[in-house]
């Protein structure tokens, strides 16, 4: 998958290519199905698929105090691009020249500069300055003009409730911000990954025979505090990973952390980049009366964590 950047690249890009458009975030099943469909017409006509994503969000500038958190980092989201079928990705940031185009300027790019035989989007994309632009607007515009828009319905799934509801960034943030991992991993037809650089925390985890990496991830939504099952590939090698994300209130005030305990794996980490996955919730973060105490539990999750990282839990009913 080549890379291009900001509105030039765009114009860099193959002509007469089938391009999406949407910030992609989380590349759920709704991106997928979006993905797919445009994948599947750019084989058909032997033509190119261009992904057009905004790095990061837009509001990061525009209202920072409202951007959403971020769900994959270019870490994990270049290489799902690439593996939904991606030949070029477009990463236009927030810059002058992106946020001031209006919908139809924007329109005018890729109908003129970039020429786009195709444009594949769900129902509810929105684009240009103010968010003016809709899939009606472009529907109007493409009728007019060479380009073919085609208009990709939302995915629908049931959650672990039976609730049904249809996938989106926002609904994946809000499962995650109560824990609710499965039901995220659901969503996103795989679990949810944090990615983070090792770094030193207060090896607590190791005086008591159970050492964590203490994960340092930046600019990513982390799920509520709790403890996890979850798992993390080394070297090819799957760990089970028991995963702590809170504050260790046995231990007083302290910062908020993300502890991954490897089961299996015994090495230095320090420095190192993991990708921790976590497939499902196991307890909620309470304050232990004795360190014992404190340990017995640890071993219960670490049995726990065994018998439950290897399962897939993401088995959306896609409707």
């Given amino acids: 998958m080549e890379i291009f950047h900001g509105i030039d690249g765009l114009l860099e890009a193959p002509k007469k290519s089938v391009i999406a458009v949407g910030n992609f975030d989380g590349v759920h099943l709704g991106h997928r199905r979006i993905l797919q469909t445009a994948r599947e017409l750019a084989t058909a006509k032997s033509s190119q698929l261009v992904l057009v994503t905004f790095e990061p969000h837009p509001l990061t500038v525009l209202r920072p105090d409202a951007a959403p958190p971020r769900l994959t980092p270019p870490a994990i989201k270049?290489?799902?691009?690439?593996?939904?079928?991606?030949?070029?990705?477009?990463?236009?940031?927030?810059?002058?020249?992106?946020?001031?185009?209006?919908?139809?300027?924007?329109?005018?790019?890729?109908?003129?500069?970039?020429?786009?035989?195709?444009?594949?989007?769900?129902?509810?994309?929105?684009?240009?300055?103010?968010?003016?632009?809709?899939?009606?607007?472009?529907?109007?515009?493409?009728?007019?003009?060479?380009?073919?828009?085609?208009?990709?319905?939302?995915?629908?799934?049931?959650?672990?409730?039976?609730?049904?509801?249809?996938?989106?960034?926002?609904?994946?943030?809000?499962?995650?911000?109560?824990?609710?991992?499965?039901?995220?991993?659901?969503?996103?037809?795989?679990?949810?990954?944090?990615?983070?650089?090792?770094?030193?925390?207060?090896?607590?985890?190791?005086?008591?025979?159970?050492?964590?990496?203490?994960?340092?991830?930046?600019?990513?939504?982390?799920?509520?505090?709790?403890?996890?099952?979850?798992?993390?590939?080394?070297?090819?090698?799957?760990?089970?990973?028991?995963?702590?994300?809170?504050?260790?209130?046995?231990?007083?005030?302290?910062?908020?952390?993300?502890?991954?305990?490897?089961?299996?794996?015994?090495?230095d980490l320090y420095g190192a980049t993991l990708t921790v996955e976590l497939v499902d919730w196991l307890r909620e973060q309470r304050a232990y009366p004795a360190m014992d105490s404190l340990k017995a539990q640890i071993h219960k999750d670490i049995a726990l964590t065994v018998a439950t990282a290897a399962k897939d839990v993401a088995k959306p009913i896609a409707i």
């Fill in 78 to 267: 270049q290489p799902l691009l690439q593996a939904a079928g991606a030949d070029y990705l477009v990463i236009l940031p927030p810059e002058p020249q992106v946020l001031g185009l209006t919908a139809e300027d924007f329109w005018a790019i890729l109908r003129d500069g970039a020429k786009a035989a195709d444009l594949v989007e769900g129902a509810s994309f929105r684009f240009g300055r103010g968010a003016q632009g809709t899939v009606a607007k472009l529907r109007d515009w493409s009728d007019q003009s060479s380009t073919s828009l085609h208009v990709v319905d939302s995915v629908h799934v049931a959650l672990l409730d039976l609730q049904i509801t249809p996938v989106s960034s926002s609904v994946i943030r809000f499962l995650l911000a109560y824990g609710r991992v499965r039901d995220a991993a659901i969503c996103l037809g795989r679990s949810y990954a944090l990615i983070g650089v090792v770094g030193k925390g207060f090896s607590r985890g190791k005086q008591m025979g159970v050492p964590t990496a203490n994960l340092r991830c930046d600019d990513q939504l982390i799920p509520a505090d709790a403890v996890y099952a979850g798992r993390c590939n080394i070297n090819g090698k799957i760990h089970p990973a028991a995963v702590s994300i809170g504050t260790m209130p046995t231990f007083g005030e302290n910062v908020r952390q993300i502890e991954a305990h490897l089961i299996g794996f015994d090495g």
